[in-house]
């Protein structure tokens, strides 16, 4: 099983960036996709991007060119680059592990001048 912890979240102007963080437990990190999802009120979760373990990404529409998925094997951790931040990407951005079909607890980030 991993164990998944995301940080990062907090409130953000528009036109802004942010940095997500999920740190995840187990020896087999380095060779699983991990992903990222959001959900906003009132909505279904939606997938944003996801990275393999060698390191190809796939991103949604709605973010591509703005927000960069990458991973650091050493440490065991995944991250979400999100620039030029818009009120839309409000939401709970969780983490999830591919191979076990695991999920962090979820981190808010909100988008509100």
């Known amino acids: 099983q991993v164990q998944l912890v995301e940080s990062g979240g907090g409130l953000v102007q528009p036109g802004g960036s942010m940095r997500l963080s999920c740190a995840a437990s187990?020896?087999?990190?380095?060779?699983?996709?991990m992903g990222w999802y959001r959900q906003a009120p009132g909505k279904q979760r939606e997938f944003v991007a996801s990275?393999?373990?060698?390191?190809?990404?796939n991103y949604a529409d709605s973010v591509q060119g703005r927000f960069t998925i990458s991973r650091d094997n050493a440490k065991n951790t995944v991250y979400l680059q999100m620039n030029s931040l818009q009120p839309e990407d409000t939401g709970v951005y969780y983490c999830?592990?591919?191979?076990?079909?695991?999920w962090g607890q979820g981190t808010q980030v909100t988008v509100s001048s």
């Open positions: 187990g020896s087999i990190f380095s060779i699983i996709k």
């Open positions: 990275i393999t373990g060698g390191g190809s990404t």
């Open positions: 999830y592990s591919y191979f076990t079909a695991s």
